[in-house]
């Protein structure tokens, strides 16, 4: 959460720290600010509000320099509000700080600051950083690069923070730990961010900062990077591999609707190059690496957060059917806190589209040291999981920019499918003429998401006609149940209609006290194993007057006669079909957000990368 970017070089900051910060939007919104230095002084302005609020701010405002940091917020301490926005003075006004992350031992460290004189204006964690960093300035008589590393080792917590001093204005110093931070490398220039989309269309070259690193960074001069204990770190640049058009709307009124338009590419490229329908081969680097110890694993227990863990659901099926191997799917922050029983021929599967959340991070460090294998399902290449995994697939999804996801989802249940089948023909659970069937059912995958893209403007004329409803009901039954969960995942979180999903069967087990005709149900009764139970199941709901929303295959009779509104899908192997029926929930979803006027890509209080537990 919470974005920072910076420039120090020889054109304007501004625009580009501006640009970069609307990049950098989806990690928090709910205030923003830049500093500049120019002449020797600096210039701050900061608002509570989105970028486009600052920008309004500023616009009568002296926004020269070569110079400057820029925040984009999600409060953590402190409210959104003008004084608790970043960057932060220190008292002296001589240094300016942003911050992404949480000092959690900043009630002590305040309270000696105080005692020494220092005076808050800020509820913010971040301030105290300002302060103590000019503390050991002060006290040690040193440059600006020594004393942030000096004043970071009595800091516990996480950051990403950039630093900027009067007093050295050729210079900017960055320092990483848990949250990430990348830095481009120009023409006698640098930028650093939070991610590289701020920085793709100005250099390929980066760095990112690894954990503990404190960087210094001065036009003209090598990139500098020491450890806090002072040890000195060679830089290891990367190319980036970015599309710069991904990072755009390309027409689309919002990233929500591009990116779920992007289903059909985003899952041919997951899949690219990793199988092949007409030979049978499954090649996934990681998996490979790995063979034995997934075939040997006791069991795979899937952790994740949000629409990650969605996906570890559909996973489990999907490994447990395809492989049987055993799978246990939990709640990275659970999975964290309640010391689970590990064992080393356990393998963790942690699945996280930014590869940053930080209740994700802690528990494959947990099940680290335990001695469990670690295999990740990460979107974002270079990010801390991508790092902190044993072995792993990325899913070529491309950015993801929307906070509700979507293309990301599928890309990973993709992969997920992808290693079920290659775990399951390996070790013989499937039969070759299994195996070959749903491969060449996977490969189908990307055409068929594309039909009932197809679909979208029926779903919005349903979305018009169910957009004031204050509830609604998510009913899916085996590997649909997860499909459930996330369509009334994404219909709360841009629209802030209550959903709840459900395995079709437990309604009646509380839910079906809540319907009556004001009730919408939206029921994934494609034709599968258990259709019938599913045909019983709306027909306890009409029973009660519920309104049905069913998502069904062509040429389904029985569910389109007792339906109020059927939405129609291609026939696809049932163990892949939530590939498929996710889709039109998106869409729903989308359609009555935009109908209620509602903020679809950047959702209140809401945020992409959750970096804070
Ligand atoms: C946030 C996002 C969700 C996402 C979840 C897990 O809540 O808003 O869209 O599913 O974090 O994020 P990850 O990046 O680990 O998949």
Do not use: C, M
């Given at each position: 959460m919470c974005g920072i970017v910076a420039y120090i070089g020889s054109k304007e900051a501004y625009p580009i720290l501006v640009k970069g910060l609307r990049r950098l939007e989806y990690r928090g919104y709910d205030s923003a600010g830049v500093a500049l230095t120019h002449n020797h002084q600096i210039n701050l302005y900061k608002c509570k509000g989105k970028v486009s609020d600052l920008e309004l701010f500023v616009?009568?405002?002296?926004?020269?320099?070569?110079i400057g940091i820029g925040h984009t917020r999600w409060a953590?301490?402190?409210?959104?509000s003008d004084v608790n926005a970043h960057p932060h003075y220190s008292m002296s006004e001589d240094l300016v700080i942003i911050h992404n992350g949480i000092i959690e031992n900043y009630a002590t460290l305040k309270e000696g600051l105080t005692q020494r004189g220092y005076v808050f204006?800020?509820?913010?964690?971040t301030e105290v950083l300002a302060h103590l960093i000019e503390d050991v300035q002060k006290k040690e008589n040193v440059d600006l690069h020594n004393a942030v590393r000096l004043a970071l080792s009595e800091v516990i917590g996480a950051y990403a923070i950039v630093v900027m001093s009067k007093k050295e204005p050729q210079r900017l110093i960055a320092a990483k730990k848990g949250s990430p931070m990348v830095i481009g490398i120009g023409e006698n220039e640098y930028y650093i961010a939070s991610d590289a989309t701020p920085i793709v269309e100005h250099t390929r070259n980066v760095v990112y900062l690894d954990e503990e690193e404190v960087a210094l960074l001065e036009p003209g001069k090598e990139l500098r990077i020491v450890t806090i204990g002072n040890h000195e770190i060679t830089p290891y640049i990367q190319q980036l591999q970015l599309e710069?058009?991904?990072?755009?709307?390309?027409?689309?009124?919002?990233f929500m609707l591009k990116e779920i338009n992007e289903q059909p590419r985003s899952i041919r490229d997951s899949l690219r190059g990793r199988m092949d329908p007409d030979t049978g081969r499954v090649s996934m680097a990681g998996i490979i690496d790995f063979e034995k110890k997934f075939l040997s694993a006791r069991r795979i227990i899937i952790i994740g957060c949000g629409t990650s863990w969605h996906a570890g659901l559909v996973g489990e099926y999907l490994i447990e059917e395809f492989a049987r191997i055993p799978v246990e799917v939990e709640y990275a922050s659970e999975f964290r806190y309640r010391n689970p029983i590990l064992f080393e021929d356990d393998i963790v599967l942690a699945i996280s589209?930014?590869?940053?959340?930080a209740d994700t991070l802690a528990a494959i460090q947990l099940a680290k040291q335990k001695g469990a294998t670690i295999f990740g399902i990460c979107?974002?290449?270079?990010s801390s999981i991508a790092r902190a995994t044993d072995a792993g697939a990325y899913t070529?999804?491309?950015?993801?920019?929307?906070?509700?996801?979507t293309k990301a989802f599928t890309a990973q249940v993709s992969v997920l499918a992808l290693i079920a089948l290659s775990l399951g023909h390996k070790n013989g659970r499937l039969s070759e003429v299994q195996y070959r069937k749903a491969l060449f059912e996977l490969h189908r995958i990307p055409d068929l998401v594309a039909e009932v893209l197809q679909a979208e403007h029926a779903i919005q004329e349903l979305a018009a006609l169910f957009k004031d409803a204050s509830n609604f009901l998510y009913l899916g039954r085996g590997v649909n149940f997860p499909v459930a969960l996330e369509g009334a995942l994404k219909l709360k979180e841009i629209s802030y209609i209550h959903a709840e999903g459900y395995p079709a069967a437990e309604m009646?087990?509380?839910?079906?006290?809540?319907?009556?005709?004001?009730m919408p149900v939206v029921v994934?009764?494609?034709?599968?194993?258990?259709y019938d139970k599913i045909v019983s199941n709306i027909q306890e709901v009409k029973a009660r007057g519920g309104k049905v929303i069913a998502i069904v295959t062509k040429g389904d009779k029985e569910v389109t006669r007792l339906a109020d509104y059927v939405i129609q899908i291609p026939e696809v192997e049932e163990l892949l079909s939530p590939l498929i029926t996710v889709v039109p929930l998106q869409l729903l979803s989308y359609h009555i957000a935009v109908m209620r006027g509602c903020n679809v890509d950047q959702p209140r209080n809401l945020a992409k990368s959750v970096t804070v537990e």
């Open positions: 616009a009568d405002k002296d926004i020269r320099g070569q953590t301490h402190g409210s959104p204006k800020s509820e913010t964690d710069l058009e991904l990072l755009e709307k390309g027409g689309y009124d919002h589209q930014s590869g940053e959340t979107n974002v290449v270079g070529h999804a491309g950015p993801e920019i929307g906070v509700a996801s009646k087990h509380g839910p079906i006290a809540l319907i009556d005709e004001e994934i009764a494609n034709r599968n194993t258990s």
